[in-house]
Structures are given as structure tokens and as C-alpha cells.
């Protein structure tokens, strides 16, 4: 048995059929940037996340990078990120001209929450990650943030659908950012992303910087650039929200097959909370000291794991940055993702159960 970490061909044929429909719908429609399936897409997602006002883009990152212009950061501007998460986070911060400071995280990968420590007389915002697709604690990180006057901006790309108190992952901070990365619980077949606010002009701006800063055709009132979503991703998108909920499901049932037979384990570290209201189960990543060996086992059986990630980002030639970063530098070393989607049946998972069952059983 081959189980890959994620192959997208596997949707089912019904899934298909109904974007091979879309598709043809819109192409008999004629209109690909913009019009009704992009609004019916933003509405769809408003209210499926209780958001006031959502604004699709291109993609996740750029939906990072309009947060930060429209609320105002730039150069001489400090903004904290978690040393551990994907690039984008702190590469938005370096693209508007401000400087990333990187914090450690927890144990789990979250922003730690002594991050005040971080704040300085020019810190202006903090992007907290719901890493893996974990929230990180919303209520407690807004009194902090407002305590210390910062914007929060919340990186909820891998969070799409995880709710904590029953709000949404991404309607917690002054802006919350999506991403619909093909990979993503709620991806695309191609690029896209989305900015969600409660504020009407933060909202307006937004709107305004993706679209060459101009509200009528023409007008232009600031200076913007093009990121808006295609048409077909945005009828895409409205095909796969349909369909999340039941994809949810499937996910977290597969995350309790593993749940139940890895958690025992001693020598495995476990993503406990995977089963809660605030995790997607968008990534599940075990913790083992020997991380690789078990890659390797597990290869050599037919199974694609991932690392997410490999290397903190204060680490990378573009961001160096002195700390120790421990927990985020060890999660670089010990954590592996295991294959966890949709689209895989509980007896692949009974595979890779067995298989890591076999690792730890050789001694
Ligand atoms: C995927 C991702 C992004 C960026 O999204 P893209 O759509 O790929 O640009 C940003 N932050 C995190 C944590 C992500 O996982």
C-alpha cells in the first residue's frame, strides 16, 4: 500500500462532477475577474464565519501584506511574529518596509504568551499563527495586545473553520487573513485568499489596495495594486464550502483513529487537543526524538510524512535574528506531520497506524 501525504486527484468523482459543472457554467457565463460568484463567495464564507465583512484576494500572503497597509504599518514599525511558522507571516511584515521580531513558541507551536516581553516603543502589531490549525488563546492575547496599544492581525490560514468560544478563527483580531491554498481545508484549484474585519473602513481599504485604489472604474483614490481572486477559484471555492462541513467530519474522524491508537505511545508526543472545536486537524504533527528515523521507516514502508517546519524563520538568510527559540527550534527537530485529509480512507490511516505501531515495537 502507498499512502501519500496528500493527492488532490483523489476526490471523489461526485466532487468532481460538480466542479467540472462549475466550471462549464462559467465559462458559458463569460466573466472571469470579478461579478456575482465572487460576491456569492464572500457572502458564503461572512456567513459561515459570522464575519462582518470578508474580502477575497489572491492569495494568503497577499491577504497578510493588504492587512499590514491597510492598517497602517511600514517602515520604522516593529511587528512580532512566532518564530515558527510558514514564511509568509514574517515576510509581509519585511515587504511593507516594517521589521519582524521573532518570539518562541509554546511546546505545540503557538506564540508563547510571554510574548509582551517582546514590546518595544516602536512595536505597532503582533500576528499570532494558529499553527497547524490550532487556535492560539484569542481572548487572552486581545486584552494583552490592547493593553500594550498594538493591532492584532491574525494569521489564520491553516485555521479556516476552527472555532474557539464558538467565534471564528480569523474574526478575533482587527484583521484576520486566509488562505485557500490548494492544500489548505478550504483550497482552491489554483491561488486564492481573503481578508476578514468587523471594521467598515479597514474593510474599504482593503478593497481599495487590492484594486489599483480605485472604488469606480477609473477613480483612483490611493495607491493599490491587482490582487484580486479570479472568478473560477471564487465558483471553486463556493463548490468546496459546500462541501466542508461533511469534509470536517471526515477529517476528525480520522484524526481519532490515530488519536486512539498513537496516543499510548509513551515515547510519542501527541497533538492532544486535535479533537477540539479549535483545531481544523488542517496538519497533525506527532513529536518523536527520532524524527527522522521514523520518516525514514515509514518511506521505505510506502507512507509520505512532512516537517513543518524545518527551520524557525530567525534562522533563514533573509530574516537572521539572534535568540534561542528553543521550543520552536525543537519542534523543527522533532515534529512530523502525518498524512491527514479528506480525501484518504480510514484504511491508509489503519496503515500508517500499524506501521509507526511496528517502529516503536522494533525498539
Ligand atoms: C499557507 C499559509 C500562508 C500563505 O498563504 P498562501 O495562500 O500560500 O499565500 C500564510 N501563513 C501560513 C501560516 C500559511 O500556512
Not at 512532512?306 to 528553543?326: C, N, R, T, V, W
Not at 502525518?338 to 484518504?344: H, I, Q
Request: charged share 25%; hydrophobic share 40%; proline share 4%.
Amino acid at each position: 500500500m502507498k499512502v501519500p501525504f496528500l493527492d488532490l486527484s483523489k476526490m471523489d468523482s461526485e466532487l468532481k462532477n460538480r466542479l467540472e459543472r462549475k466550471f462549464k457554467e462559467l465559462l458559458e457565463h463569460g466573466v472571469f475577474s470579478g461579478g456575482k460568484e465572487v460576491e456569492s463567495f464572500e457572502s458564503n464564507v461572512s456567513e459561515f464565519l459570522s464575519s462582518p465583512y470578508s474580502i477575497s484576494c489572491a492569495n494568503g500572503t497577499d491577504a497578510l501584506e493588504l492587512a499590514l497597509r491597510a492598517l497602517g504599518i511600514g517602515p520604522g514599525d516593529e511587528v512580532i511574529v512566532p518564530a515558527l511558522t510558514w514564511v509568509s507571516t514574517a515576510e509581509v511584515v519585511s515587504m511593507v518596509g516594517a521589521t519582524p521580531v521573532f518570539w518562541d513558541t509554546d511546546q505545540e507551536g503557538l506564540l508563547a504568551d510571554d510574548w509582551v516581553l517582546a514590546v518595544t516603543n516602536r512595536t505597532k502589531a503582533i500576528i499570532p499563527v494558529h499553527l497547524y490549525g490550532k487556535m492560539v488563546s484569542m481572548e487572552n492575547l486581545i486584552i494583552k495586545a490592547k493593553e500594550q496599544g498594538l493591532l492584532v492581525i491574525e494569521d489564520a490560514a491553516q485555521a479556516f473553520g476552527a472555532f474557539q468560544s464558538g467565534i471564528a478563527a480569523g474574526t478575533w483580531g482587527d484583521v484576520g487573513c486566509l488562505s485557500f491554498y490548494p492544500t489548505k481545508n478550504l483550497g482552491a484549484l489554483g491561488e486564492a485568499g481573503m481578508c476578514l474585519t468587523k471594521d467598515q473602513k479597514i474593510a474599504e481599504k482593503i478593497r481599495l489596495l487590492r484594486n489599483h485604489g480605485q472604488k469606480k472604474k477609473d477613480k483612483h483614490q490611493i495607491v493599490g495594486r491587482n490582487s484580486r481572486i479570479d472568478t473560477l477559484q471564487a465558483g471553486f471555492l463556493n463548490v468546496f464550502l459546500q462541501k466542508f462541513k461533511i469534509h470536517q467530519e471526515k477529517r476528525k474522524s480520522l484524526a481519532s483513529i490515530y488519536y486512539h491508537n498513537l496516543r499510548p505511545i509513551r515515547d510519542l508526543k501527541f497533538p492532544e487537543n486535535i479533537m477540539e472545536a479549535d483545531h481544523n486537524a488542517h496538519l497533525l504533527v506527532i513529536q518523536i526524538e527520532k524524527r527522522d528515523e521514523l520518516q525514514r521507516f515509514l518511506s521505505g514502508n510506502g507512507i509520505t510524512t512532512s516537517i513543518h517546519y524545518p527551520e524557525i524563520i530567525p534562522d533563514m538568510q533573509p530574516y537572521l535574528a539572534k535568540g534561542k527559540f528553543l521550543n520552536s527550534r525543537k519542534l523543527t527537530q522533532l515534529g512530523l506531520s502525518l498524512p491527514l485529509n479528506a480525501f484518504m480512507t480510514e484504511k491508509e490511516v489503519d496503515f500508517v497506524v500499524s506501521k509507526i505501531q511496528e517502529f516503536f515495537q522494533r525498539g
